[in-house]
């Protein structure tokens, strides 16, 4: 009956009130998750230090070169090689990764394990599986049988993505050791040997250093790893003017 419809402007108020619901739930839902990861974000940033101790600094760190660095990921797969026995991009300790909106050479990004001179995957870790090992130039290792796979390492890192690598299969975080333990390589690892990264990479955009990269930014860590290019051969060092037909020595006459 024409007295029970409603007011067409009833109806547009509903759909308007319906569809701002929506609206409005979605943005608060995105909100409410941006701030989630904001704020987990910031916490990991910040991290938790719980011990005052002054950790003797590492011997050796990874540096990068972002500039020649060709995101081939050579490096990821004979990481993961090297300690797994198998090529996972997911379990290389080492990651790479192309930012496709980012400007040369920003678009390919290298995530190293810093070898941090106040560690905080140490200094939270409940069992020291994560710690510093001595007799392997400091290095800041975990001990897979201390492991408990809390991931309290993967959660005190104050970069991101974290340094510490998740293993699903044996539910243990790992990180990159300098190659001290790599049970399927040819080769003797450690700050003192050979890294399989660093053996692997065509461009010759990784290397080992013995001194504390700057710590302000990545551009401690990042670096000009190319050998310098040759000097040109001083002014004058050619002769001028085309060069003299070569003479030959007259043949002795035949007998």
Same mark, same amino acid.
């Given at each position: 009956m024409a007295g029970d419809k409603k007011p067409e402007t009833e109806k547009a108020e509903k759909r308007f009130s319906r569809r701002a619901f929506v609206v409005g739930s979605g943005t608060a839902l995105a909100g409410g998750a941006l701030t989630a990861v904001s704020g987990t974000t910031a916490m990991a940033a910040q991290g938790t230090k719980k011990n005052a101790i002054d950790y003797p600094l590492s011997t050796k760190y990874l540096v990068y070169d972002s500039k020649h660095c060709a995101g081939c990921l050579s490096c990821m797969m004979a990481c993961?090689?090297?300690?797994?026995g198998a090529t996972s991009l997911s379990l290389a300790r080492?990651?790479?990764?192309? &930012?496709?909106?980012?400007q040369y050479p920003q678009d390919i990004v290298q995530n190293i394990c810093r070898q941090c001179p106040e560690p905080l995957c140490v200094d939270n870790c409940p069992t020291g599986a994560c710690h510093v090992s001595a007799e392997n130039g400091n290095v800041r290792l975990i001990d897979q049988e201390k492991c408990i796979g809390c991931q309290t390492c993967m959660r005190s890192c104050p970069y991101s993505p974290h340094r510490p690598i998740w293993n699903p299969v044996t539910k243990k975080a790992t990180k990159c050791d300098l190659c001290v333990d790599t049970p399927y390589y040819n080769k003797k690892g450690g700050p003192d040997g050979t890294q399989a990264c660093v053996e692997i990479c065509p461009a010759n955009a990784l290397a080992v250093v013995d001194k504390l990269p700057d710590q302000a930014d990545n551009?401690?860590?990042?670096?000009?790893?190319?050998?310098?290019? /040759? #000097? &040109?051969?001083?002014f004058g060092a050619f002769p001028k003017g085309k060069p /003299?037909? /070569?003479?030959? &020595?007259? #043949? &002795?006459p035949a007998n």
């Amino acid at each position: 009956m024409a007295g029970d419809k409603k007011p067409e402007t009833e109806k547009a108020e509903k759909r308007f009130s319906r569809r701002a619901f929506v609206v409005g739930s979605g943005t608060a839902l995105a909100g409410g998750a941006l701030t989630a990861v904001s704020g987990t974000t910031a916490m990991a940033a910040q991290g938790t230090k719980k011990n005052a101790i002054d950790y003797p600094l590492s011997t050796k760190y990874l540096v990068y070169d972002s500039k020649h660095c060709a995101g081939c990921l050579s490096c990821m797969m004979a990481c993961s090689m090297v300690h797994e026995g198998a090529t996972s991009l997911s379990l290389a300790r080492i990651q790479v990764h192309r &930012a496709v909106l980012n400007q040369y050479p920003q678009d390919i990004v290298q995530n190293i394990c810093r070898q941090c001179p106040e560690p905080l995957c140490v200094d939270n870790c409940p069992t020291g599986a994560c710690h510093v090992s001595a007799e392997n130039g400091n290095v800041r290792l975990i001990d897979q049988e201390k492991c408990i796979g809390c991931q309290t390492c993967m959660r005190s890192c104050p970069y991101s993505p974290h340094r510490p690598i998740w293993n699903p299969v044996t539910k243990k975080a790992t990180k990159c050791d300098l190659c001290v333990d790599t049970p399927y390589y040819n080769k003797k690892g450690g700050p003192d040997g050979t890294q399989a990264c660093v053996e692997i990479c065509p461009a010759n955009a990784l290397a080992v250093v013995d001194k504390l990269p700057d710590q302000a930014d990545n551009r401690g860590y990042d670096r000009n790893l190319q050998p310098p290019p /040759k #000097k &040109a051969p001083p002014f004058g060092a050619f002769p001028k003017g085309k060069p /003299k037909a /070569k003479t030959e &020595a007259p #043949k &002795a006459p035949a007998n």
